[in-house]
């Protein structure tokens, strides 16, 4: 089982270029998560996916956010235009069926936007 | 609003003593309770789960309780090791929100040799 596969590990950018973060959940999971973790807000919750349709967006910050899951396989967070707060490292996590399922997740991708 | 605190923030112990760390929450309209252990630069493990009408869960030298009534939690630690240096997290899933977690702030704790 390889677990959940995130890209890039750190990404460095420049205020408002665009930012794609990937995630590639473990197989046969139907449930994808999105999250952000910063010392401030510690870890929020941005978006969920269950079968590749999202469930609950409340969490993202900003119309600049948006999260797509094309297939059960791959997942991206984009942020257009990307500014200075937005620096944070963001998980991807994902689970089977059922709230008692616990969360598997990604090792995380470092942003850092200048 | 579903708000998970930790205390302590930070620990530090030598090795081989026993420890506890405390999660609480404010709503107990909960489906269940996971601890997560993070280590620098990584993701998050899941450590125990409890589920609502459980009232703990043990895995080798771990013990988790949940006192749901009370909004409490705490994870015992037996017989530290350095091994064990990490931030612990505990968070709840609301039993209106399906499988959304909220995350305490975590304990980072630090056993020394």
């Known amino acids: 089982d390889a677990g959940v596969i995130q890209s890039p590990r750190h990404e460095v950018t420049e205020m408002g270029q665009e930012v794609t973060l990937r995630c590639k959940p473990i197989s046969g999971h139907d449930y994808l998560f999105w999250y952000r973790q910063t010392m401030m807000r510690g870890l929020e919750l941005l978006i969920y996916f269950n079968n590749n349709v999202p469930i609950d967006d409340s969490g993202m910050p900003e119309d600049r956010f948006s999260a797509k899951m094309p297939n059960a396989s791959f997942s991206t967070l984009k942020i257009q235009p990307s500014e200075p707060r937005d620096s944070a490292v963001y998980f991807c996590?994902?689970?089977?069926?059922?709230?008692?399922?616990?969360?598997?997740f990604g090792d995380g991708t470092r942003l850092s936007i200048l | 609003k579903q708000e998970v605190t930790q205390i302590p923030a930070a620990l530090s112990v030598p090795e081989g003593e026993n420890l506890v760390l405390n999660c609480s929450f404010t709503d107990s309209a909960i489906y269940n309770l996971q601890w997560f252990r993070q280590d620098p630069g990584k993701g998050l493990t899941s450590l125990l789960l409890?589920?609502?009408?459980?009232r703990e869960q043990t895995s080798g030298r771990l013990n988790a309780s949940l006192d749901k009534s009370s909004g409490r939690s705490t994870l015992y630690i037996a017989a530290s090791q350095p091994g064990d240096s990490a931030t612990y997290l505990c968070a709840v899933t609301p039993e209106d929100a399906g499988n959304m977690l909220t995350f305490g702030g975590g304990t980072r704790l630090m056993v020394k040799p």
């Open positions: 996590a994902s689970s089977w069926t059922g709230a008692d399922q616990p969360q598997h």
């Open positions: 409890i589920q609502s009408s459980q």
